[in-house]
T-cell receptor, first 117, second 112 residues
Framework: GESVGLHLPTLSVQEGDNSIINCAYS??????FIWYKQESGKGPQFIID?????DKRQGQRVTVLLNKTVKHLSLQIAATQPGDSAVYFC????????????????FGQGTILTVHP | KAGVTQTPRYLIKTRGQQVTLSCSPI?????VSWYQQTPGQGLQFLFE???????NKGNFPGRFSGRQFSNSRSEMNVSTLELGDSALYLC???????????FGPGTRLLVL
């Protein structure tokens, strides 16, 4: 389904803590998932992606977990820093399917992460 | 490599006017997608262009249109502006449209 932006979930953590941001995706046919970070006044910035043939992928300080059974994604940020404060979006698509999937990402509603020094 | 650029960054228009926004993709990227971002609806897909052809379109009225040039640069046009068109318009580019999209900074449109 389409994202709904009202009343974004919020997550408030202390600097140095680990953060976990969750996302429920809508289309069981989606096979490619991306996490984006959006800071105020900027466009979404790519963080990490994962394909449906994987259930975990790690990057620098970030880990994405995918549970296809319950259509759930999570983003784990280790040792969260004040610069991580932003809105985080998950996005889904069906890569290489053509047709109605071309270039179309369906976004979650977003989660506001606030990191306190 | 330069990122996705969008111009202008800010626009103020009045109801009934039309507006054209421009997007230059990352060099080598041939797919350009456009999104509308509002507080109420979040990020919503408008359309996607690849090799000057619109391949996909979201659920927006015909007042929203776009095109792509041979150098992959893209423009979107909104005619007969309504107050509800006030939003951040984002474009994103990718190699072929089926992989990671990289976003520009957006054009903030305010319709009065």
């Amino acid at each position: 389904g389409e994202s709904v932006g009202l009343h974004l979930p919020t997550l408030s953590v202390q600097e140095g803590d680990n953060s976990i941001i969750n996302c429920a995706y809508s289309n069981s046919a989606s096979d490619y998932f991306i996490w984006y970070k959006q800071e105020s006044g900027k466009g979404p910035q790519f963080i990490i992606d994962i394909r449906s043939n994987m259930d975990k992928r790690q990057g620098q300080r970030v880990t994405v977990l995918l549970n296809k059974t319950v259509k759930h994604l999570s983003l784990q940020i280790a040792a969260t820093q004040p610069g991580d404060s932003a809105v985080y979006f998950c996005a889904e698509t069906k890569a290489n399917a053509g047709g109605t999937s071309y270039g179309k990402l369906t976004f979650g509603q977003g989660t506001i992460l606030t990191v306190h020094p | 490599k330069a990122g996705v650029t969008q111009t202008p960054r800010y626009l103020i228009k009045t109801r009934g006017q039309q507006v054209t926004l421009s997007c230059s993709p990352i060099s080598g990227h041939r797919s350009v997608s456009w999104y509308q971002q509002t507080p109420g609806q979040g990020l919503q897909f408008l359309f996607e262009y690849f090799s000057e052809t619109q391949r996909n379109k979201g659920n927006f009225p015909g007042r929203f249109s776009g095109r792509q040039f041979s150098n992959s640069r893209s423009e979107m046009n909104v005619s007969t502006l309504e107050l509800g068109d006030s939003a951040l318009y984002l474009c994103a580019s990718s190699l072929k449209g089926a992989e990671t999209q990289y976003f520009g900074p957006g054009t903030r449109l305010l319709v009065l």
